[in-house]
């Protein structure tokens, strides 16, 4: 099959490092179509170059792994939205989860809407904040991932601090979302289709004295910081197994409302002391390289990297079976007599 693996390709603001972490992922998905008999073929998009497209509309397969433009997160959205036109089978979610969830609010609001428990949430307008929003409270940019802006001041214990965070968040971006925190423990649920993936927990037993406990932009980005030892990963979760079923049915129904089963993806959530699940997001299109979470989901379900890349591509070829045979129950392909 011949397949176009689809990749930012940066610009020249980019860091040597900025690169190798995209061709990281690139090359290793490349190995692993290579050695399942495939033709896989690397094409970068650029801002303002449609080249890609051209590439992408002639093979049998695109293997999505663009996240944005010259880094930027937000025409990842226009990359799938176009890749769906093409009628090209591509691997991971469609435009419209990937577009929803940029927008923490937006993506709150349908969850919410969808019946789930999503932990009280506010869009911090003009610094305006509800007098009597519960306490305490996480403050987080709404059109951002990966934990930016997210450090050890995001929770906040009093309307003093909250306010102070916000005014300072405001500083850097345009929309900030207040939302209730849970404490408890924090779990990831992974999906490829309609498939649950064995569930993950992140574990912040050794989490510096005095932090919260939450996943901040040093856990997950300053390799060996007291932040990264402090946020350790355990899969599969060590729980009751009434919790993990809770846990597993919310997520189920999160990934359903959000992405339609479809692509792959990583549930996040927090279960209160009450064992009450809490959607924290849902993340369409996570990061798929082979020391990232969904990866080691698919270690425990007994999968190695090229598996867990083979399965993103059926996923993707049974989905493309699924349209083209209910395009054809529709469309008669000969006229009755
Ligand atoms: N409502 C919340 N209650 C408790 N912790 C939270 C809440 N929201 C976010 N967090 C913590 O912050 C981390 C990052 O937040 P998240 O909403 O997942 O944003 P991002 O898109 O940056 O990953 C989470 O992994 C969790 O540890
Ligand atoms: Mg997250």
Same mark, same amino acid.
């Given at each position: 099959?011949?397949?176009?693996?689809?990749?930012?390709?940066?610009?020249?603001?980019?860091?040597?490092?900025?690169?190798?972490?995209?061709?990281?992922?690139?090359?290793?998905?490349?190995?692993?179509?290579?050695?399942?008999?495939?033709?896989?073929?690397?094409?970068?998009?650029?801002?303002? #170059?449609?080249?890609?497209?051209?590439?992408?509309?002639?093979? #049998?397969?695109?293997?999505?792994?663009?996240?944005?433009?010259?880094?930027?997160?937000?025409?990842?959205?226009?990359?799938?939205?176009?890749?769906?036109?093409?009628?090209? $089978?591509?691997?991971?979610?469609?435009?419209?989860?990937?577009?929803?969830?940029?927008?923490?609010?937006?993506?709150?609001?349908?969850?919410?809407?969808?019946?789930?428990?999503?932990?009280?949430?506010?869009?911090?307008?003009?610094?305006? *904040?509800?007098?009597?929003?519960?306490? $305490?409270?996480?403050?987080?940019?709404?059109?951002?991932?990966?934990?930016?802006? *997210?450090?050890?001041?995001?929770?906040?214990?009093?309307?003093?601090?909250?306010?102070?965070?916000?005014?300072?968040?405001?500083?850097?971006?345009?929309?900030?979302?207040?939302?209730?925190?849970?404490?408890?423990?924090?779990?990831?649920?992974?999906?490829?289709?309609?498939?649950?993936? $064995?569930?993950?927990? *992140?574990?912040?037993?050794?989490?510096?004295?005095?932090?919260?406990?939450?996943?901040?932009?040093?856990?997950?980005?300053?390799?060996?910081?007291?932040?990264?030892?402090?946020?350790?990963?355990?899969?599969?979760?060590?729980?009751?197994?009434?919790?993990?079923?809770?846990?597993?049915?919310?997520?189920?129904?999160?990934?359903?409302?959000?992405?339609?089963?479809?692509?792959?993806?990583?549930?996040?959530?927090?279960?209160?002391?009450?064992?009450?699940?809490?959607?924290?997001?849902?993340?369409?299109?996570?990061?798929?390289?082979?020391?990232?979470?969904?990866?080691?989901?698919?270690?425990?379900?007994?999968?190695?990297?090229?598996?867990?890349?083979?399965?993103?591509?059926?996923?993707?070829?049974?989905?493309?079976?699924?349209?083209?045979?209910?395009?054809?129950?529709?469309?008669?392909?000969? *006229?009755?007599?």
């Amino acid at each position: 099959m011949r397949a176009v693996i689809l990749y930012d390709g940066g610009s020249d603001e980019w860091s040597a490092q900025d690169v190798a972490a995209v061709m990281a992922n690139v090359r290793e998905v490349r190995t692993a179509l290579r050695r399942a008999g495939h033709e896989p073929v690397l094409v970068p998009v650029h801002l303002g #170059d449609f080249r890609w497209l051209t590439r992408a509309r002639k093979a #049998d397969l695109v293997f999505n792994l663009c996240e944005g433009i010259n880094g930027k997160a937000r025409y990842e959205d226009f990359v799938v939205g176009t890749l769906e036109l093409t009628g090209v $089978p591509f691997t991971g979610c469609r435009h419209w989860p990937i577009a929803v969830c940029h927008r923490k609010y937006v993506a709150n609001t349908l969850l919410a809407a969808g019946g789930l428990p999503v932990p009280a949430f506010t869009l911090a307008q003009g610094n305006k *904040i509800p007098a009597d929003f519960p306490l $305490p409270a996480i403050v987080k940019p709404n059109a951002e991932d990966a934990s930016v802006g *997210i450090d050890r001041d995001a929770v906040c214990a009093t309307r003093r601090a909250l306010r102070k965070r916000v005014a300072t968040m405001l500083e850097h971006f345009d929309e900030v979302l207040v939302q209730a925190y849970i404490g408890g423990r924090e779990f990831n649920v992974g999906f490829i289709g309609d498939r649950m993936l $064995p569930i993950s927990e *992140i574990r912040f037993d050794r989490m510096p004295e005095g932090s919260w406990p939450i996943v901040t932009y040093a856990a997950k980005w300053h390799a060996g910081s007291a932040e990264d030892m402090g946020t350790q990963p355990v899969c599969p979760a060590q729980a009751p197994s009434d919790m993990l079923r809770r846990i597993g049915a919310v997520a189920r129904h999160a990934w359903h409302v959000m992405a339609n089963d479809e692509g792959y993806g990583r549930v996040d959530l927090r279960v209160d002391e009450q064992g009450q699940p809490w959607i924290l997001e849902v993340n369409p299109c996570p990061d798929l390289s082979s020391d990232a979470g969904l990866a080691r989901m698919g270690r425990a379900a007994g999968w190695n990297y090229d598996e867990l890349v083979l399965q993103v591509v059926e996923e993707t070829l049974n989905r493309a079976r699924r349209a083209s045979a209910a395009a054809a129950a529709q469309v008669p392909s000969s *006229i009755p007599a």
